[in-house]
């Protein structure tokens, strides 16, 4: 058995409700929050973001993600019961039990397929789609549903306005089949690795085991994202430019033979930096968080799946991913399309 994995369909799924930065700025104004504009812009590149709207069970996590799953398989022309594997990124499930791969499973009717959670936050999606090629490559596993998708304005602190601007909600999906040992079409090579001692600097504290949610952990909202956006930026810059020199290196792709470059999208200053370290021209950066925001684990689904409906990613060409997240968490995958 001598296999590869390649992916066959795209997907993603938005909340109905489109939130522009001046929106949200009126809506935070009344808490006393103060933001504006002009500096979200400026210091992030986002414009707007969607969230899903609380008790709505069309906007449930696993309910976006089963329609961005239901746009992969028309694109890759397959069922959801052609589905053996189902690994879902995600740091916001619907419930904590049972995973939001089997409410997926459920609401998709993918009922061939085993499915599992992933968390690995906003580089979940990365994780995921290694652990499917690697299910693919050694036989186990012919068709798997990879998702990363998230209701971040469940976790968020409205109250801290250099964390709450930035997110938002989104889902994203893709279909990864077995294809033949001599396939151009493939997943060339990806490279994972996270750092523990790090867990301070992105966080949420309560809402474990350790630390059940209670009235004086809301309070203090404890349940909700706190980072140190600063401290985060750096371990951004530095992780993203070594994990992509990583895969074009093992893969002996020059920055100026690959066609296309897919970074978590966080902020366009990150980005920036990272594309200037790598000698990676902007024209050859897929982006989609001035619209969509932070969308943690959907961030590069989501913007890869815009990419192939927008005809920008053709047949034969190379797509590098990149990644970090809270844990912390890194990770690149290169693949050729
Ligand atoms: N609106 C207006 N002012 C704001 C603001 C907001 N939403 N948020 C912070 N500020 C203010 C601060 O209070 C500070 O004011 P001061 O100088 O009077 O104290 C000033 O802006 C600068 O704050 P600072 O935190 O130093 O800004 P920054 O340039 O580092 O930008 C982030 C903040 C969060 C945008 C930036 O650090 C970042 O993007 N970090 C990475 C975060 C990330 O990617 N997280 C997700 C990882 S998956």
Same mark, same amino acid.
């Given at each position: 058995?001598?296999?590869?994995?390649?992916?066959?369909?795209?997907?993603?799924?938005?909340?109905?409700?489109?939130? %522009?930065n001046?929106e *949200? =700025?009126k @809506?935070? +104004?009344?808490?006393?929050?103060?933001?504006?504009? &002009?500096? #979200?812009?400026?210091?992030t590149?986002?414009?707007?973001?969607?969230?899903?709207?609380?008790?709505?069970?069309?906007?449930?996590?696993? %309910?976006?993600?089963? *329609? =961005?799953? @239901?746009? +992969?398989?028309?694109?890759?022309?397959?069922?959801? &019961?052609? #589905?053996?594997?189902?690994?879902?990124?995600?740091?916001?499930?619907d419930?904590?039990?049972?995973?939001?791969?089997?409410?997926?499973?459920k609401?998709?009717?993918?009922?061939?397929?085993? +499915?599992m959670?992933?968390v690995?936050?906003?580089?979940?999606? #990365?994780?995921?789609?290694?652990?499917a090629?690697?299910?693919?490559?050694?036989?186990d596993?012919?068709?798997?549903?990879?998702?990363?998708?998230?209701?971040?304005?469940?976790?968020?602190?409205?109250?801290?306005?250099s964390?709450?601007?930035?997110?938002?909600?989104?889902?994203?999906?893709?279909?990864?089949?077995?294809?033949?040992?001599?396939?151009?079409?493939?997943?060339?090579?990806?490279?994972?690795?996270?750092?523990?001692?790090?867990?301070?600097?992105l966080?949420?504290i309560?809402g474990?085991?350790?630390?059940?949610?209670?009235?004086?952990?809301l309070?203090?909202?404890?349940?909700?994202?706190q980072?140190?956006?600063?401290?985060?930026?750096?371990?951004?810059?530095?992780?993203?430019?070594?994990?992509?020199?990583?895969?074009?290196?093992?893969?002996?792709?020059?920055?100026?033979?690959?066609?296309?470059?897919?970074?978590?999208?966080?902020?366009?200053?990150?980005i920036?930096?990272?594309?200037?370290?790598?000698?990676i021209?902007?024209?050859k950066?897929?982006?989609?968080?001035?619209?969509?925001?932070?969308?943690?684990?959907?961030t590069?689904?989501?913007?890869?799946?815009?990419?192939?409906?927008?005809?920008?990613?053709?047949?034969?060409?190379?797509?590098?991913?990149?990644?970090?997240?809270?844990?912390?968490?890194?990770?690149?995958?290169?693949?050729?399309?």
């Open positions: 058995m001598n296999y590869n994995a390649k992916v066959t369909g795209t997907g993603s799924a938005f909340p109905k409700k489109s939130v %522009s001046e *949200l =700025a @809506q935070l +104004a009344k808490d006393g929050i103060e933001t504006n504009h &002009e500096w #979200i812009l400026e210091r590149g986002i414009v707007s973001r969607h969230y899903s709207e609380t008790g709505n069970p069309d906007e449930f996590n696993s %309910s976006l993600a089963c *329609l =961005a799953s @239901q746009k +992969a398989l028309q694109m890759a022309g397959k069922t959801p &019961e052609d #589905i053996d594997q189902i690994i879902f990124a995600t740091c916001t499930p419930t904590p039990l049972p995973s939001n791969g089997c409410w997926l499973q609401k998709l009717g993918a009922k061939n397929a085993y +499915a959670d992933l690995a936050a906003c580089s979940g999606f #990365i994780y995921a789609l290694n652990t090629d690697q299910a693919i490559r050694s036989g596993v012919k068709t798997s549903l990879v998702v990363g998708s998230e209701t971040l304005s469940s976790m968020t602190n409205w109250s801290d306005r964390s709450c601007v930035l997110f938002g909600d989104a889902a994203g999906a893709v279909i990864v089949e077995r294809a033949p040992a001599d396939s151009q079409s493939k997943i060339i090579t990806s490279h994972l690795q996270s750092d523990g001692n790090l867990w301070e600097i966080h949420v309560a474990g085991s350790n630390e059940p949610v209670s009235s004086e952990a309070k203090q909202k404890r349940n909700k994202i980072m140190q956006g600063r401290e985060v930026f750096k371990h951004a810059v530095r992780t993203l430019s070594q994990f992509a020199t990583k895969a074009l290196d093992e893969a002996k792709i020059s920055h100026e033979d690959l066609d296309w470059f897919i970074p978590h999208q966080a902020n366009l200053r990150i920036e930096a990272v594309a200037k370290r790598l000698n021209p902007m024209n950066v897929i982006l989609n968080l001035d619209k969509c925001g932070n969308t943690s684990s959907a590069v689904p989501t913007a890869l799946d815009e990419a192939v409906r927008q005809g920008k990613i053709k047949s034969g060409q190379t797509v590098l991913m990149d990644v970090f997240g809270a844990g912390l968490t890194y990770g690149s995958l290169l693949l050729r399309w």
